[in-house]
T-cell receptor, first 117, second 112 residues
Framework: EAQVTQNPRYLITVTGKKLTVTCSQNMNHEYMSWYRQDPGLGLRQIYYSMNVEVTDKGDVPEGYKVSRKEKRNFPLILESPSPNQTSLYFC????????????????FGPGTRLTVL | AQRVTQPEKLLSVFKGAPVELKCNYS??????LFWYVQYSRQRLQLLLRHISRESIKGFTADLNKGETSFHLKKPFAQEEDSAMYYC??????????????FGKGTSLLVTP
C-alpha cells in the first residue's frame, strides 16, 4: 500500500533530550516536507526537501534539523527539545518538488504527537 | 509577504444549507491554490486544486484574482462534510522548488 509512515506516533519526553521522528514513503516521491500543527495556528512548514541531499527551511525551522540521505526517508531531529515544541507533527511527500512543474498532491502521514515536559 | 488567510475558525451550518469557507491570499505572482481537508482521526488530504476546476464531493472553488480569494463552496452541506478545511498556496523558492503555505484552517460543523 502506497503511504507515508511516521514513527513514533506518540512521544513524551523531557527538555533537552535529543529525539528523532522518522518519516518514510514508499511512492518514490522526490519532495518531502515536515509540518507542525498547533491549535489556532494551523499547519506550519518546518523544513522541506526537493530531493536527496537538497533541503530548505520552511516557516518555522528554529530548533529542528532534517536530513535526506536517501529518497524514501526524511527524519526530523530535535537536538534539544523544549516545551514550545510540544505539537502534532506531520510528514508529507509528493511526486515532484520543482516550481516549474504542475503541483503534485502532497500525501500526509498519520501524525506524531510530541509532548516535551 | 505571501500568505493565506482563513478568517473563520469555526463555521456551523445546518444540513442542507449552503456553505462557503473563505480563503484570501496575498501573493505577487500567479497563484496556485488548493483546499485540503482533514476528517476526524484521518490524515490531511487534498480536496481541490484551482487549476483543475473540478468539483469534489459537491465542493467547488473559484479563483478570483481581483478579490484575491479562493472560497470553497457547496450548495447543500451534508453531515459527513464536518471536518477541518485548510486553504494552501504554493510558493516558489529560490532553489527552484516550492513551499506550501497553509492557512490556519476552518472547522466546519454540519448539524442535522
Amino acid at each position: 500500500e502506497a503511504q507515508v509512515t511516521q514513527n513514533p506516533r506518540y512521544l513524551i519526553t523531557v527538555t533537552g533530550k535529543k529525539l528523532t521522528v522518522t518519516c518514510s514513503q514508499n511512492m518514490n516521491h522526490e519532495y518531502m516536507s515536515w509540518y507542525r500543527q498547533d491549535p489556532g495556528l494551523g499547519l506550519r512548514q518546518i523544513y522541506y526537501s526537493m530531493n536527496v541531499e537538497v533541503t530548505d527551511k520552511g516557516d518555522v525551522p528554529e530548533g529542528y534539523k532534517v536530513s535526506r540521505k536517501e529518497k524514501r526517508n526524511f527524519p526530523l531531529i530535535l537536538e534539544s527539545p523544549s516545551p514550545n515544541q510540544t505539537s502534532l507533527y506531520f510528514c508529507a511527500s509528493s511526486l515532484q518538488g520543482t516550481r516549474t512543474k504542475s503541483y503534485n498532491e502532497q500525501f500526509f502521514g498519520p501524525g506524531t504527537r510530541l509532548t516535551v515536559l | 509577504a505571501q500568505r493565506v488567510t482563513q478568517p473563520e475558525k469555526l463555521l456551523s451550518v445546518f444540513k442542507g444549507a449552503p456553505v462557503e469557507l473563505k480563503c484570501n491570499y496575498s501573493y505577487s505572482g500567479s497563484p496556485e491554490l488548493f483546499w485540503y481537508v482533514q476528517y476526524s482521526r484521518q490524515r490531511l488530504q487534498l480536496l481541490l486544486r484551482h487549476i483543475s476546476r473540478e468539483s469534489i464531493k459537491g465542493f467547488t472553488a473559484d479563483l478570483n484574482k481581483g478579490e484575491t480569494s479562493f472560497h470553497l463552496k457547496k450548495p447543500f452541506a451534508q453531515e459527513e462534510d464536518s471536518a477541518m478545511y485548510y486553504c494552501a498556496l504554493k510558493i516558489p523558492n529560490s532553489n527552484s522548488g516550492y513551499a506550501l503555505n497553509f492557512g490556519k484552517g476552518t472547522s466546519l460543523l454540519v448539524t442535522p
